[in-house]
T-cell receptor, first 116, second 110 residues
Framework: DTGVSQNPRHKITKRGQNVTFRCDPISEHNRLYWYRQTLGQGPEFLTYFQNEAQLEKSRLLSDRFSAERPKGSFSTLEIQRTEQGDSAMYLCASSLDGLGSNQPQHFGDGTRLSIL | TQLLEQSPQFLSIQEGENLTVYCNSS?????LQWYRQEPGEGPVLLVT?????EVKKLKRLTFQFGDARKDSSLHITAAQPGDTGLYLC??????????FGPGTSLSVIP
């Protein structure tokens, strides 16, 4: 399977704990995006990378959230001191570099986070 | 702030019926994409429309991009239970940021 891969698929943790998610994009894609999706809503943009550079961060991304893409391949999203409101599906997507050329994003199946 | 609205929010129809869902914005997008998402899975791209007035067909699905590139519609002919899912539109800005609408949840009853 050469699609976008996310791990773990599900994460259940207690409030206050730290969690880390991993995303492996399609290998030739140099753009990688993180989104958060709650039930009945569309994905909300969190941040995106062009290769290893983090180019934009949403104001939704509080200081408890950090994302990295150290070698321009896989990416991690860490949430520190989790809160109830962090419960959501975290989606990763990747695309080719497409400024002005409308390259579509390909999504993984997400990591569902549940905070107890 | 660029926003996308979708209507209706929920739609429940009988197998064989036709339906149209809408995606509207006050902003202009360089392109607009439609995705379908099933529970527990990520969105799957259906189509990208780029040119104002463009119409694309994908089997029983017809997608239209408004002339002003601010709105789009998805029409499904003779809906089938396999069409059930969350239909998301996503607008791509000139800076390559993608903004998603809240989705239309479609249920097709056999």
């Amino acid at each position: 399977d050469t699609g976008v891969s996310q791990n773990p698929r599900h994460k259940i943790t207690k409030r206050g704990q730290n969690v880390t998610f991993r995303c492996d994009p399609i290998s030739e894609h140099n753009r990688l995006y993180w989104y958060r999706q709650t039930l009945g809503q569309g994905p909300e943009f969190l941040t995106y990378f062009q290769n290893e550079a983090q180019l934009e961060k949403s104001r939704l991304l509080s200081d408890r959230f950090s994302a990295e893409r150290p070698k321009g391949s896989f990416s991690t999203l860490e949430i520190q001191r989790t809160e109830q409101g962090d419960s959501a599906m975290y989606l990763c997507a990747s695309s080719l570099d497409g400024l002005g050329s409308n390259q579509p994003q390909h999504f993984g199946d997400g990591t569902r986070l549940s905070i107890l | 702030t660029q926003l996308l609205e979708q209507s209706p929010q929920f739609l429940s129809i009988q197998e064989g019926e036709n339906l149209t869902v809408y995606c509207n914005s006050s902003s202009v997008f360089s392109s607009l994409q439609w995705y379908r998402q099933e529970p527990g899975e990520g969105p799957v791209l259906l189509v990208t429309v780029v040119t104002g007035g463009e119409v694309k067909k994908l089997k029983r699905l017809t997608f239209q991009f408004g002339d002003a590139r601010k709105d789009s519609s998805l029409h499904i002919t003779a809906a089938q239970p396999g069409d059930t899912g969350l239909y998301l539109c996503a607008g791509q800005t000139s800076y390559d940021k993608v903004i998603f609408g809240p989705g239309t949840s479609l249920s097709v009853i056999p």
